[in-house]
């Protein structure tokens, strides 16, 4: 299994402001996928993010609101941009197994905007 | 488009006692993983069990077992002998097999079970 570090586990964040959010596995991992969790309800992907190429946004996520940058094979950072309170979430860091049959997750980050 | 249903948002059981989580989904593939995940309010994802579509036997790990019936594209989990640490949110997850790695790895999630475990 894959051990994930996601920081910061939480903030409060004022509207129109930016907050990055970093994601670090220990092992090399190809990619790596950012998941939105709104209050109440399930997970949905962002982008998945390989490393040396751009992120791969999914329908309803765009570069500019969620700019994924993934330096090297171990982390990735994701940016929730110009926040309003509709991306009040929690924001998960997530890698497939070396087998690619499972995925695993970070912690989470609880971001609240106000 | 694969879609995932889990049609009991809350459940409860008795502590030591057992009970079954409900998940349908819907695909065209023939090839797939499906997945039961665990959150509680630590937030962490946890995968409980993963069931392979083109394995007939149902999954088993310890006090957790599948009901995998491919043909109803059904996949419910029992919980055995229930523990007040199981409580938390059940998360239901598809995910088709990808040969030559091409196409997505999204994982396709339900809405989730949230299990009480009475004392």
């Known amino acids: 299994s894959a051990v994930i570090s996601q920081k910061p586990s939480r903030d409060i964040c004022q509207r129109g402001t930016s907050l990055t959010i970093q994601c670090q596995v220990d092992s090399q991992v190809t990619m790596m996928f950012w998941y939105r969790q709104q209050p109440g309800q399930s997970l949905t992907l962002i982008a998945t993010a390989n490393q040396g190429s751009e992120a791969t946004y999914e329908s309803g996520f765009v570069i500019d609101k969620f700019p994924i940058s993934r330096p090297n094979l171990t982390f990735s950072t994701l940016t929730v941009s110009n926040m309003s309170p509709e991306d009040s979430s929690i924001y998960l860091c997530?890698?497939?197994?070396?087998?690619?049959?499972?995925?695993?997750f970070g912690q989470g980050t609880r971001l609240t905007v106000v | 488009a694969q879609t995932v249903t889990q049609s009991q948002p809350e459940m409860s059981v008795q502590e030591a006692e057992t009970v079954t989580l409900s998940c349908t989904y819907d695909t065209s593939e023939s090839d797939y993983y499906l997945f039961w995940y665990k959150q509680p309010p630590s937030r962490q994802m946890i995968l409980v069990i993963r069931q392979e579509a083109y394995k007939q036997q149902n999954a088993t790990e310890n006090r957790f077992s599948v009901n995998f019936q491919k043909a109803a594209k059904s996949f419910s989990l029992k919980i055995s002998d229930s523990q007040l640490g199981d409580a938390a949110m059940y998360f239901c997850?598809?995910?088709?097999?990808?040969?030559?790695?091409?196409?997505?790895?999204?994982?396709?999630f339900g809405k989730g079970t949230k299990l009480s475990v009475i004392p």
């Open positions: 997530s890698v497939e197994g070396l087998l690619g049959t499972e995925a695993f």
């Open positions: 997850a598809y995910r088709r097999v990808l040969y030559s790695g091409a196409g997505s790895y999204q994982l396709t």
